[in-house]
């Protein structure tokens, strides 16, 4: 479709003579915008963030910020995008912009430095600039953060929307000060009234070029047809893992559908007896919605990635890729969920530990799709998700372990345990919750289920850690779990 086009800083913007795999960065930079920097190329370091308008969670419309380096811009065909230049309110010819709050914060507290990444800090501190239910603290709350709450601001920013963001010259105290230091948005802030309207509905997009299709259909029916026809086609949400592939490997597809946008891939429903989570509704969007209502989905999401890519990346897409070290599986198999795949003829429910049946892959044919992730109620009383990785945030898991414990008159009832990175998929842990069930939850119980938790699972050597040392964290992660739980009935 030739006429495929978005609107950047309220201006439109034909897509074409680009191919379907450009990304949003390549786009922007090609028509002058080149605040939007190129700095890994694998979404880890936030130099080419930029603001998508999407469907809120508590407004109309959510201003997020998403890593342009990822995105294919036929993917954008109808929506609406801001650059760190369109933040800036320009005047009349011959008169200077004047800056926006967020950019005249990061200018007077001295955090730009050399500058590279700070348009990519700019886009991502707008987002939480114009979070809907961010808000200021009363003066007790103040005091308490002067205290000690180094990751949210007395004006309720919260330093993890900036945890995707790299800066080279260490230069992250005045970015600090500049993220605690922004007010409320104006009333007559045109951005911030963009929120009161609905955002761009998805478009019906067929863009080719050089012998490449981007596709995206209307309804769930027309996609899953499409991938009957052609089961060559990959398949993309948040572009997270496929843009990687684009960037570094220089991976090319004749056919791309797109399902981010399908609304019956974007449902959230809290049932009598299960909750279902569209497999296209993004992690920020099912941590916002949830709300903590499922306390092991709520353990895992600031562990997951950074904000950056929580705001694209999926669930459905983190189970699709197979990953034998994707967050999600572990917990997923503790909660023991299941999933619906569906194809053009109906749909099956296949319980997630039954899913993975090798390296990167699974039951899933090529022509079916995740519809949902179901999670049976009711949900176990003590969890916990322990991550091993080399860095706090933003780090790809060494070891990932998710309990889910149903502990009743001191005996554990019954036991779940969901493992990542110690063999080939990602794995339940059935030798050591048979080792705990029907037994004392006690120190010598706790102790035995360690010395068989370290024997689960292939655990292999390579760059992140060695077999022994894998194996090492998996009993050492249950001790921690039962010292948790010991101090949190003491106390």
Aim: negative net charge; charged residues 25%.
């Amino acid at each position: 479709m030739v006429g495929a086009r978005l609107t950047v800083n309220g201006e439109d913007a034909p897509i074409a003579p680009c191919a379907p795999h450009t990304t949003v960065l390549d786009f922007l930079r090609e028509r002058g915008l080149t605040g939007t920097k190129e700095g890994c190329a694998e979404g880890e370091c936030g130099a080419c963030s930029v603001l998508v308008a999407r469907p809120g969670v508590n407004k109309p419309t959510d201003w997020v910020a998403v890593n342009a380096c990822l995105v294919p811009v036929a993917s954008l065909d109808g929506q609406e995008v801001v650059t760190a230049e369109g933040l800036a309110t320009v005047g009349e010819p011959g008169t200077p912009a004047t800056l926006h709050p967020v950019q005249e914060e990061m200018a007077v507290r001295g955090g730009s430095q050399c500058g590279y990444c700070t348009p990519g800090f700019i886009c991502s501190m707008a987002s939480e600039y114009y979070r809907p239910d961010r808000c200021a603290h009363d003066e007790g709350a103040v005091a308490d953060h002067a205290e000690g709450d180094a990751e949210h601001g007395p004006n309720g920013f919260d330093l993890h929307s900036l945890s995707g963001n790299l800066c080279r010259c260490t230069g992250y105290r005045p970015i600090r000060d500049a993220a605690f230091a922004v007010g409320e948005p104006a009333d007559e802030d045109p951005l911030a009234q963009r929120r009161e309207q609905a955002p761009p509905a998805a478009v019906a997009t067929e863009y080719t070029r050089d012998d490449s299709t981007f596709l995206r259909r209307n309804t769930l029916a027309e996609t899953l047809q499409v991938l009957r026809e052609r089961p060559e086609a990959v398949v993309v949400a948040g572009s997270t893992d496929f843009g990687v592939e684009v960037n570094i490997r220089s991976r090319r597809a004749e056919c791309v559908v797109a399902i981010d946008r399908l609304p019956e891939l974007r449902e959230l429903r809290v049932e009598s007896d299960h909750i279902e989570i569209g497999a296209a509704l993004t992690l920020t969007e099912i941590e916002r919605r949830l709300d903590g209502e499922v306390p092991l989905l709520a353990e895992l999401f600031p562990q997951f990635a950074s904000r950056l890519i929580r705001n694209s990346g999926t669930l459905g897409g983190n189970l699709g890729t197979g990953s034998p070290i994707g967050d999600s599986p572990p917990v997923l198999l503790a909660l023991e969920a299941s999933l619906v795949l569906a194809d053009a003829d109906g749909e099956r429910v296949v319980p997630l530990a039954e899913y993975f049946t090798g390296y990167r892959q699974s039951v899933r044919r090529p022509d079916e799709l995740i519809r949902s992730v179901r999670i049976p109620l009711p949900l176990a009383p003590v969890t916990a998700f322990h991550k091993i990785a080399k860095r706090r945030f933003d780090d790809i898991s060494s070891v990932a372990v998710a309990f889910a414990l149903d502990i009743e008159d001191g005996i554990v009832r019954k036991a779940r345990i969901g493992l990542g990175g110690v063999a080939a998929t990602p794995i339940r842990s059935l030798a050591t919750e048979e080792a705990l069930e029907g037994r004392p939850w006690s120190a010598e119980t706790v102790e035995a289920a360690a010395r068989v938790l370290r024997g689960e699972g292939t655990p292999m050597s390579d760059h992140r850690a060695s077999s022994l040392y894998r194996s090492a964290m998996l009993g050492q992660s249950l001790l921690k779990l039962y010292a948790q739980t010991t101090e949190a009935v003491s106390s």
